[in-house]
């Protein structure tokens, strides 16, 4: 079983929790999911978000009033105005820090083919960004005693980021990804416990990036 995975776990954003407000949010798609741990994740599109809106007190009002929550629509750019995206991502209490989130972007050219580009967005630490990428948060985790330090990542990571590369005459979908510092992989744990060298009895990698990823927002022009 060292091929298996942890199981995962979906989020909605619903009003109320209820059978039918719960029904409500998986119908509208307001929706994410994670590999495992309860981490947090809410990501809004518009026009017109700001650099100050991420430090909001209340994310959500400023997301729900300047654009659409993720799973929605956006829809002819206001003269050519770029998509930009209200992000905020909160660890899970008892889990790992987080190490940064990304916005995945896909288009459609004029030719009819498919493209994908990933960005770093946001980030813990002073890394400084090349090329829409950050490097390596670093690694606390001993693998021997199956166990890590949260002494690397943030708690809570937020932005807005604005597309540098919007084209408002190109379909194109966004969605994000929020990676948490590395941690022992399930199968590390498992063969501690059991007296077994991890890398050795296991044959696989012995730390993960537990992740979560939001539904899409997509643009048609």
């Known amino acids: 079983g060292w091929d298996s995975a942890a199981q995962g776990i979906t989020g909605a954003w619903s009003t109320a929790n209820t059978r039918e407000a719960l029904t409500a949010a998986f119908k509208r798609k307001e929706v994410y999911a994670t590999s495992g741990p309860r981490m947090q994740l809410r990501m809004f599109g518009g026009f017109e978000f700001e650099a100050g809106d991420a430090d909001a007190r209340d994310i959500a009002a400023v997301g729900y009033g300047g654009g659409v929550p ?102 194109a979908f966004y969605y994000v990804r929020v990676l948490e510092i590395p941690t022992p ?15 050795l009895a296991t044959d696989r990698p012995a730390t993960i990036q537990e992740r979560a990823f939001s539904s899409p927002i997509w643009y048609t022009p």
Not at 75 to 100: E, M, Y
Not at 102 to 109: A, C, P, S, T, Y
């Open 70 to 171: 993720m799973g929605g629509d956006l829809a002819q750019a206001p003269n050519g105005a770029p998509i930009s995206l209200l992000i905020h991502a909160v660890k899970d209490p008892v889990g790992a820090n987080l190490d940064r989130v990304q916005v995945i972007k896909g288009w459609l050219d004029d030719d009819g083919e498919t493209h994908e580009r990933v960005y770093d967005v946001a980030w813990a630490g002073q890394r400084t960004a090349a090329n829409g990428k950050v490097l390596a948060i670093g690694n606390t985790v001993d693998v021997a005693r199956a166990t890590y330090e949260n002494t690397i990542g943030s708690a809570e990571l937020s932005t807005v980021w604005v597309d540098p590369d919007f084209d408002p005459d190109e379909r």
């Open 185 to 199: 992989r399930y199968s590390t744990y498992d063969a501690v416990a059991l007296g077994l060298d991890p890398e």
